[in-house]
């Protein structure tokens, strides 16, 4: 299995290619969300913690995903809308993905193998579950959904 965020690729909405490679040196947070639901607005907190660090070298990386109480049915172009329209994401938004199962991407599956979640389970929970690399593209913590965005600014400071 690969070694660091930089041996992956993510697809973009419009189904293009996103080498996560062009992120080496950066400290990255990667979530997935959904727009309909109860921690949705943690979009706000999420955007805030772009806007302070992102002059600093960190990146968000975004990845909608249907498996949890179906919520995020919509289309890339409504996925992104919403976004910007409701909370004014600045970050990437990739395309729709399930962070679980078969079709999980390969980074998914490293990602979950590199820090599991509570009693060891590699298995995403729900939405917003967010992980936290460090500049050489190693996976540094796992959080919880209930994790809020501001409560991540120390160890975020920390790697920067």
Do not use: H
Not at 44 to 59: A, P
Not at 81 to 92: I, M
Not at 127 to 154: C, I, M, S
Request: aromatic letters at 12%; one cysteine or more.
């Amino acid at each position: 299995m690969a070694g660091t965020l930089s041996d992956f690729t993510a697809t973009k909405p419009d189904g293009s290619a996103y080498a996560l490679s062009e992120l080496a040196g950066k400290v990255v947070l990667v979530v997935n969300t959904a727009s309909k639901c109860g921690f949705t607005p943690q979009y706000e907190g999420l955007q805030e913690l772009y806007r302070t660090y992102r002059d600093r070298g960190f990146e968000i990386v975004a990845f909608p995903c249907n498996q949890f109480g179906r919520q995020e049915p919509g289309s890339a172009d409504e996925i992104a809308e919403f976004c910007s329209v409701n909370y004014g994401v600045e970050f990437p938004v990739m395309a729709r993905i399930d962070v679980n199962g078969s079709d999980a991407p390969p980074l998914y599956d490293w990602l979950k193998s590199e820090a599991r979640g509570l009693f060891g389970t590699q298995a995403i929970k729900w939405n917003f579950t967010k992980f936290l690399l460090d500049r050489e593209g190693k996976v540094v913590r796992r959080y919880a959904p209930t994790d809020k965005p501001q409560g991540l600014e120390k160890d975020i400071e920390a790697l920067l």
